[in-house]
């Protein structure tokens, strides 16, 4: 898996072509069609990924946290929310709320979430594979091929690799 994780940018560049055509055919089929198609393949990927053996999402990159999320964590540490706010969160350049540092200050050394019961909703989504319409992520689908093994793994299923 470590050698799959530290391979998946180089791969997505090798890949670009064929993920760009691939992408393309995506964004023209029916709702419902596609949304089939990404969840059979995330369910039957999943049954041999474990998120626990990898984590390379909260080691790399942030979630974009909401305010409900931000005020759920909070009260979790029985913080205010504007204390938690200041201490682990800012506004990135699109203006959302996501984590000054990574990897996530959250992750523990055996890869598990010390908020697990209480993360962010994009946390507990990730890697939004098995979401319905996926016809308004495939942008971030495309991203998380460079994060998530189990993404890539799903795309190339799709394109027949």
Same mark, same amino acid.
């Given at each position: 898996?470590?050698?799959?994780?530290?391979?998946?940018?180089?791969?997505?560049?090798?890949?670009?072509?064929?993920?760009?055509?691939?992408?393309?055919? =995506? #964004?023209?089929?029916?709702? %419902?069609? &596609?949304? *089939?198609?990404f969840h059979t393949?995330?369910?039957? @990927?999943?049954?041999?990924?474990?998120?626990?053996?990898?984590?390379?999402?909260?080691?790399?990159?942030?979630?974009?946290?909401?305010?409900?999320?931000?005020?759920?964590?909070?009260?979790?540490?029985?913080?205010?929310?504007?204390?938690?706010?200041?201490?682990?969160?800012?506004?990135?350049?699109?203006?959302?709320?996501? =984590? #000054?540092?990574?990897?996530? %200050?959250? &992750?523990? *050394?055996?890869?598990?979430?010390?908020?697990?019961? @209480?993360?962010?909703?994009?946390?507990?989504?990730?890697?939004?594979?098995?979401?319905?319409?996926?016809?308004?992520?495939?942008?971030?689908?495309?991203?998380?091929?460079?994060?998530?093994?189990?993404?890539?793994?799903?795309?190339?299923?799709?394109?027949?690799?």
């Amino acid at each position: 898996m470590e050698k799959e994780i530290q391979n998946l940018k180089k791969k997505a560049f090798q890949d670009r072509k064929a993920n760009n055509d691939l992408f393309a055919k =995506l #964004k023209k089929m029916r709702g %419902a069609q &596609l949304d *089939e198609k990404f969840h059979t393949l995330h369910d039957e @990927v999943f049954e041999n990924v474990d998120c626990m053996e990898c984590a390379n999402c909260c080691k790399t990159t942030s979630p974009i946290f909401i305010q409900k999320d931000v005020d759920r964590i909070a009260k979790h540490f029985n913080m205010k929310s504007a204390t938690f706010y200041d201490k682990y969160l800012m506004r990135d350049d699109e203006f959302d709320i996501v =984590l #000054k540092e990574s990897p996530c %200050a959250f &992750l523990a *050394e055996d890869n598990s979430c010390s908020i697990y019961d @209480v993360r962010p909703r994009a946390c507990a989504e990730y890697p939004h594979t098995n979401r319905k319409k996926m016809s308004h992520i495939l942008p971030l689908t495309r991203q998380n091929i460079e994060v998530c093994p189990a993404v890539s793994r799903i795309v190339d299923k799709m394109r027949g690799v």
